[in-house]
């Protein structure tokens, strides 16, 4: 079984972004040089996401808005989390948009449905973060 490990990292100049980093995974599961197998993608940080959707500007509208509506950034002094800091809202955004995400691998390409795409979801940036992807199989 062959075992690929490669972190990427990002530093949006943004507090928010939603990025799509289909085209990097594509290239890592090319170098990896598995055929059959599964691709994990996680973010390193707990207040950023990695999720799969629509690359849609309509629906990461409708993302943003739903998420503000759940956590929203104002007033910071609403959370107990934030002594010190101000991103309890950010911690919460993650949890409800996850941690990582495992695609299957066949015959060397991510195995998508209609439309699926990977993203990383930034909801504390100004800082750089990590995401992790791990690919396995043979
Ligand atoms: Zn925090």
Redesign the pocket.
Known sequence: MKSFTEYLWFHVKTKKAFINITPQIEELVEKSGVSQGLCLVNAMH??ASVFINDDESGLHKDMDKWLEGLAPHEPVSSYK?NVG?D??D??LKRSVMGRDVVVAITEGKLDFGPWEQIFYGEFDGQRKKRVLVKIIGE
Do not use: F, G
């Open positions: 707990i207040t989390h800091e991103n309890a950010a911690h």
